[in-house]
């Protein structure tokens, strides 16, 4: 087997990842069920399984600049359908978590920009504030 280095900052951006969201990204297979049942691939820039992808060479800004994390509507049709089980919903929620708050991890309400709340789907607010808050 061949190993491909990664960069000390991206292995730990992964890690990140990983310890929020609680899923294991890198047993992804790419087999692209979560991208077939995913009701608003179509809308995403990111389909699902790119998503995961990403996420597995911790490409944060990457990531961060996309707008499949927001679209996201956690209706977990892409775990339902996952051979092995990964959580991109919960995935997708870390993303937003390191996007609104680099500093600890942690959302706090008290930080977002309002300006951008009018783009933000409520859906995803509450459920980072439910999972995510201190």
């Keep these: ?7 000390q900052k991206r292995r730990a951006a992964t890690k990140r990842l990983i310890e929020l ?3 294991p990204v890198l047993l992804c297979l790419q087999c692209g069920k979560c991208t077939a049942g995913c ?13 995961v992808h990403y996420a597995q060479l911790g490409l944060i800004e990457e990531l961060s600049g996309c707008n499949a ?17 990964i959580d ?3 995935l997708s929620e870390a993303i ?7 500093d600890d ?15 933000v789907p409520q859906q995803a607010l509450v459920s980072l504030f439910r999972k995510f808050s201190r």
């Design 1 to 7: 087997m061949i190993k491909i280095p990664r960069p």
């Design 21 to 23: 969201s609680g899923t």
């Design 39 to 51: 009701p608003f691939a179509s809308e995403m820039d990111l389909a699902p399984h790119q998503l």
């Design 69 to 85: 994390i927001w679209y996201c509507a956690t209706c977990f049709t892409c775990q339902s359908r996952c051979p092995v089980e």
């Design 88 to 90: 991109i919903a919960a």
């Design 96 to 102: 937003r978590i390191i996007v609104l708050d680099e």
């Design 105 to 119: 991890g942690k959302f706090d309400p008290d930080k977002i920009d309002r300006s951008k709340l009018v783009d």
